[in-house]
T-cell receptor, first 111, second 114 residues
Framework: DAKTTQPNSMESNEEEPVHLPCNHSTISGTDYIHWYRQLPSQGPEYVIHGLTSNVNNRMASLAIAEDRKSSTLILHRATLRDAAVYYCILRDGGNFNKFYFGSGTKLNVKP | DTGVSQDPRHKITKRGQNVTFRCDPISEHNRLYWYRQTLGQGPEFLTYFQNEAQLEKSRLLSDRFSAERPKGSFSTLEIQRTEQGDSAMYLC????????????FGEGSWLTVV
């Protein structure tokens, strides 16, 4: 499975936008880019996913580079409840078997 | 709540004892996954089922671990002769096959082996 690279941690101020980067230089044409987040002592929670085009939902936006070798999760206004570990994951669209998680980015939101 | 349900949420057991975790997936989800997560690490894939068939097992799943999904609905994960290294959170997730691009996770079952 293709690998992703994320910064170990990031910090943001409350009510400011946050851009969480992810590199996936070995992505294949059928890989979907997924983002999940995990709050302390909880299971991972779906945030957003996309294939080629940028995506928006009520939680976040996903910006995908034209060559698809990187992507950015955008939280438009960070709140204290957004403090979590954010995982960028590639999932083979032709074989929806499983996700492989990396270490993720721990986001700290300061009041 | 119609999400993925796991039971028990917490389990403390003595080394050498057997433990069993149960997972009830989202209704009509035919794929079910088990993951393990230790402190500070991302979840690690263990195994997955499509309906009642166990289609893939990770090398992490030693002989002491067994998972079943007898009727294609709920699943159990049993750990025999527990060791301290088994202490972790065990996560269950489910998804659809057709259009099943999103996996939904439960809250996890914490295991502490003393």
């Amino acid at each position: 499975d293709a690998k992703t690279t994320q910064p170990n941690s990031m910090e943001s101020n409350e009510e400011e936008p946050v851009h969480l980067p992810c590199n996936h230089s070995t992505i294949s044409g059928t890989d979907y880019i997924h983002w999940y987040r995990q709050l302390p002592s909880q299971g991972p929670e779906y945030v957003i996913h996309g294939l080629t085009s940028n995506v928006n939902n009520r939680m976040a936006s996903l910006a995908i580079a034209e060559d698809r070798k990187s992507s950015t999760l955008i939280l438009h206004r960070a709140t204290l409840r957004d403090a979590a570990v954010y995982y960028c994951i590639l999932r083979d669209g032709g074989n929806f078997n499983k996700f492989y998680f990396g270490s993720g980015t721990k986001l700290n939101v300061k009041p | 709540d119609t999400g993925v349900s796991q039971d028990p949420r917490h389990k403390i057991t003595k080394r050498g004892q057997n433990v069993t975790f149960r997972c009830d997936p989202i209704s009509e989800h035919n794929r079910l996954y088990w993951y393990r997560q230790t402190l500070g690490q991302g979840p690690e894939f263990l195994t997955y089922f499509q309906n009642e068939a166990q289609l893939e097992k990770s090398r992490l799943l030693s002989d002491r671990f067994s998972a079943e999904r007898p009727k294609g609905s709920f699943s159990t994960l049993e750990i025999q002769r527990t060791e301290q290294g088994d202490s972790a959170m065990y996560l269950c997730a489910s998804s659809l096959t057709v259009g099943g691009n999103t996996i939904y996770f439960g809250e996890g079952s914490w295991l502490t082996v003393v």
